[in-house]
């Protein structure tokens, strides 16, 4: 076994399974352990300026790679153009700054604020590290190699495709570059991490409200009426 | 019609002394957490003042409540449900914590650890957030009785609209007459937290109207915080979870009073069961200001109309709960006497806790360093009674807090508390209706009955006579769902895990 079998075969499928599992186990019997952990109300300015530009760049970013890795063929079609291949490319770049700018001032503030200091876990300094990690390995490879959105296309969704159709071929990812084979393997680690960690409000996103009435009434004991009848 | 029953607490302003007990039994009962410092689900204003969170009436800042365009649609302050969402990473109208106050607590040990010497020890401040010293610059009631200052009375909101002059003589320190105002979660009709909660983490529950957080569901996306116009729901930031006022339901439900009802002093807390038409509540909400009042009052119904009666009972609501909304003191003071409010129901949110606005004394006015009351002399002394405007608390201000700025409610209510007061003072001084006392109470449309029922309820009910909690049923709820012989022969209450962030 080499590392990279370890790395990018064995190692997926622990993370994959431990998101789903616990992920799962988590939602089910532990859901007091499921929030946000929002801490705004502590301190609100540099929030602002880290919270947003990180949560909607991310929120884009990532689904940006959700459709080149699906529908590989239409961002290659779209690249067909010159313009629009450095259109993409430039975005891309661009909201990668934009979500980096937003992580560092993240960071920053979980260092330098004491009150949110001091309400942090390890846990919450591991996720921001890994995230960081991620976020740069992604700009740096979008600076360094160029053309990404076309080679992603190409590699990386044949790639994603084989962990999840159980056939897994890492030696896709063999010849990648140092700084893109660490942005993917930051990515199986970030998966791992995700049910253990405040990571699992990702997918909590209350799409319902939209079509629920505005008000909730419970009844506690609805079929119960009139004592002996 | 769809009758609902709901619990009701009611204050009677005149009788609070401000003592807090009731904020302190609230308190050690549910409050004293880690991150939890800061919330007051009780928690008593000294009146004109700005309250806590500071000047949280002021919904331009705090965009809490409901507003309605006349044309037959309530929106919330705070957003839509497209922009709820658009939101969650960072909640523009949140308030921040120095609107409450830094928790805080004293280094207790250094008194014990001190080295020798020639001064007293002293225990530090610290918080208690971070543990690091800090600077104590606020704190709950910290404008208790105003701190001997005016700055605190000229910030209520409540002011505006009061005439200049009124204002002026407010803003005399010697002129301000203190009110307190206890507040507690409002368990609204239209609560607002509910509606906006993205996650539907919040809900009311159907058989007394306890609006609960459900904290299993609740994932922090503080909406609800913002948009309570009341702030009585707030964040605990430990655990990443919201909280407030349960109305304690656990002690209602074993038959017990609320602990800030049961430990109030004063006496001044009636608690009891309203019976409401839920088909009503979209019209209540959206009548113009002056008409909210009423409106609200039209959707509390008579538990002891044949026909609500009726519609009760097809709606599973119990023989016993009917009969404890028969004998609800909440339901005599609020639609029988109609001496209680909702405070500030311009909010359109249905507060379903009432208040009975407080009297005050005359107005006196400071001459040559000597208190001028203007008394008049020669006639009975009931000046206020014949002139609500020489009130020491104007009456625009208290329409502003428990009638949409309505003076006329106002009025009607004080004037049916002062004829009380004077039927009863010719009874205990002149031993007899003597002819003032008689038309007095026939100007507000009182009979002598009903004025010493209003008497008797105010000044020495009994404790059952106050807390009219009719039985929960729990046993019913609880063989709904569970099979009560399930754990037959088993040991132990199953697993407790404590509140721990994250985990």
């Known amino acids: 076994m080499n590392w990279n079998v370890l790395l990018f075969e064995i190692f997926p499928y622990v993370a994959l399974v431990l998101a789903v599992v616990v992920t799962a186990y988590r939602y089910a019997y532990r859901p007091f352990s499921v929030s946000a952990i929002s801490s705004q109300l502590l301190e609100r300015r540099l929030l602002f300026w880290g919270s947003i530009p990180f949560h909607w760049g991310i929120t884009i970013i990532l689904t940006i790679h959700l459709i080149a890795w699906l529908f590989p063929g239409a961002i290659l079609a779209w690249d067909k153009s010159p313009l629009r291949l450095y259109l993409l490319e430039v975005t ?138 | 019609m769809n009758v609902r029953t709901h619990m009701s607490m009611l204050f009677h302003l005149d009788k609070c002394i401000g003592c807090h007990t009731c904020s302190v039994a609230c308190k050690n009962l549910w409050t004293d957490r880690k991150g939890t410092e800061y919330m007051w689900w009780n928690n008593v204003e000294t009146r004109p003042g700005t309250g806590y969170p500071t000047g949280w009436e002021d919904q331009e800042y705090y965009q809490g409540g409901w507003e309605y365009d006349g044309r037959g649609e309530l929106k919330l302050r705070l957003h839509n449900k497209a922009q709820g969402l658009t939101r969650l990473f960072f909640n523009p109208a949140l308030p921040d914590l120095k609107d409450y106050y830094d928790p805080f607590t004293f280094r207790y040990g250094d008194l014990f650890s001190a080295p020798e010497g020639d001064d007293q020890p002293t225990a530090k401040p610290i918080s208690m957030i971070t543990g690091e010293e800090i600077e104590i610059d606020s704190g709950p009631n910290w404008d208790d009785d105003l701190s001997g200052s005016n700055i605190y009375a000229r910030n209520d909101k409540n002011l505006e609209g009061v005439p200049d002059n009124v204002r ?48 299993n569901k609740c994932k922090a996306w503080r909406m609800c915080v913002a948009a309570c116009p009341y702030k009585k729901v707030y964040y605990n930031w430990s655990t990443g979870k919201s909280e407030k006022c349960i109305l304690c339901f656990p002690r209602l439900e074993t038959g017990q009073a609320p602990a800030c009802a049961h430990s109030c002093v004063g006496r001044i807390r009636y608690m009891g069961v309203l019976l409401y038409d839920a088909d009503r509540i979209p019209e209540a909400a959206m009548v ?65 806790m009432f208040y009975i606005p407080p009297l005050s004394p005359v107005m006196g006015v400071v001459e040559n360093k000597t208190l001028n009351l203007a008394l008049d002399t020669k006639g009975p002394e009931f000046e206020l009674f014949a002139d609500l405007s020489k009130a020491r608390l104007p009456v625009e201000y208290l329409a502003n807090l428990f009638a949409a700025g309505n003076t006329k409610i106002i009025e009607r209510v004080l004037k049916k508390l002062l004829a009380v007061r004077i039927f009863k003072r010719a009874e205990t001084v002149d031993g007899k209706l003597t002819p003032e006392a008689e038309a007095a109470l026939k100007e507000v449309g009182l009979d002598p009955e009903t004025a010493e029922a209003i008497y008797r309820l105010t000044t020495q009910p009994t404790l059952e006579e106050r807390f009219v909690i009719p039985p929960y049923h729990r046993e019913a709820a609880i063989e709904a769902w569970n099979d009560p012989l399930e754990r037959k022969g088993q040991v132990g209450f199953g697993e407790l895990k404590a509140p721990v962030r994250g985990e």
């Open chain 2, 288 to 352: 113009p200001d002056d008409q909210l009042v009423e409106a609200q009052l039209e959707a509390i119904l008579d538990p002891t109309d044949p026909e609500v009666i009726a519609a009760a009972k097809q709606n599973g609501i119990t023989d016993d709960w009917i009969k404890a909304a028969q004998e609800s003191p909440v339901y005599k003071f609020v639609k029988e006497w109609r001496i209680a409010l909702p405070l500030h129901p311009e909010f359109r949110t249905l507060a379903m």
């Open chain 1, 92 to 229: 891309g770049f661009a909201l990668g700054l934009w979500t980096l700018a937003g992580i560092v001032v993240l960071t920053l503030r979980r260092l330098a604020h004491s009150k949110v200091r001091a309400t942090a876990t390890v846990m919450d300094y591991v996720v921001l590290l890994l995230v960081l990690v991620s976020v740069a390995t992604g700009v740096y490879t979008a600076f360094a190699y160029r053309y990404g959105t076309a080679w992603f296309a190409g590699a990386m969704s044949p790639y994603l495709a084989s962990i999840f159709m159980l056939r897994p071929r890492p030696d896709l990812v063999a010849d990648m570059p140092f700084a893109f084979q660490w942005h993917v393997f930051n990515f199986w680690l970030l998966l791992a991490v995700f049910p253990f960690s405040r990571l699992v409000h990702i997918i909590t996103i209350p799409l319902g409200y939209l079509i629920r009435p505005w008000q909730i009434v419970i009844w506690v004991r609805r079929r119960f009426t009139q004592p002996g009848a």
């Open chain 2, 168 to 215: 002026a003589q407010l803003e005399e320190i010697e002129g301000v007459v203190f009110n307190y105002l206890p507040r507690i979660c409002n368990h609204c009709l239209n609560p607002a937290c509910v509606a906006a909660c993205p996650q539907g983490a919040i809900y009311k529950r159907g058989e007394d109207g306890v609006v609960l957080v459900n904290e």
